[in-house]
């Protein structure tokens, strides 16, 4: 088990400037590692392992105090073969993106998968991230679709980084749950998908077909995948123009519209209950 390092008192030690560092996208992308805030965030990254059953907490930052009130956090930690540093509230505040840190930040490695592993996994349910930029929005995308049950999310190679901190702490550990594969071309993320057997339908305001009326004529029941735009001006047409249809979330009050991760939990939900309601099993690969 690897020992708890001395506590850390300067900010400008080596391994700070390294996880600090990560706060970027050009670093992340060039070590391939990605920061973890908070104990929900740390405590998914500790029980988790890449597919090559490595590790994917590979350090941890905790000051005293929250070493303390989570001892079990930073005893998985431990358990999982990351280097655990005792470090100041100073340390903490210089590597945190957060206005007030909660003492714990992990340093994890990525977690993508590959487009092709998605699609021979044969997934019912898919939530494809299109021009989507910003990345409170695609982190609670990505957490809704962890808790419809959907098996895997797709971002584009026009949406945002996954691994923004702000995306991390969005999606409140959903990124050690289901597979994601990033920088996939739209085009060929629904060429894909529609090769595998899976229809797909792009969420937007405009859209030539209503949710309820898609429900009531039971034509949801099979293989989905919605495709999310960008909040502000939803889907290009060239986009829209790719999927076997464009729906609309019918807005029956008084409301202008809904944000982008309120649509795609109506979305992913309607789809996840239609599915079960058809008798569909949550993936063609289970019995």
Known sequence: MPPVSPELISPRSARVS???RLAKRNFRGKDRLFLAEGPQA???????????????LVELFAT???AERY????GEARDAGARVHLASEEVIAEISTTVTPQGLVGVCRFLDTPFEEILAARPRLVAVLAHVRDPGNAGTVLRCADAAGAEAVILTDASV????????RASVGSHFHLPVAVGVPVERAVAGLQEAGVRILAAD???????????????MGGPTAWVFGNEA??????????????????????AESLNLATAAAV???????????????????ES
């Not at 740390?42 to 994917?56: C, F, L, Q, Y």
């Not at 305001?205 to 034509?219: C, F, I, V």
């Not at 290009?236 to 729906?247: G, K, Q």
């Open 205 to 219: 305001g405009a859209g030539d077909r209503d949710l309820d009326e898609e429900l009531d004529k039971g034509t």
């Open 233 to 254: 001006w939803g889907l290009p047409e060239e986009t829209r123009a790719l999927a076997d249809a464009v729906v609309r979330v019918p807005i029956h009050g008084k």
């Open 64 to 66: 005293v105090e929250a």
């Open 71 to 74: 001892a079990d956090i930073v």
């Open 42 to 56: 740390v405590r998914e990254g500790a029980g988790h392992r890449g597919a090559d059953g490595s590790a994917t």
């Open 267 to 285: 979305c992913l939900y309607a789809s996840a209950r239609a599915q079960r309601a058809s008798g569909g099993c949550r993936s063609v690969t």
């Open 161 to 168: 980084d996954l691994y923004n901190p702000k995306a991390v």
């Open 18 to 20: 390294a996880a600090r």
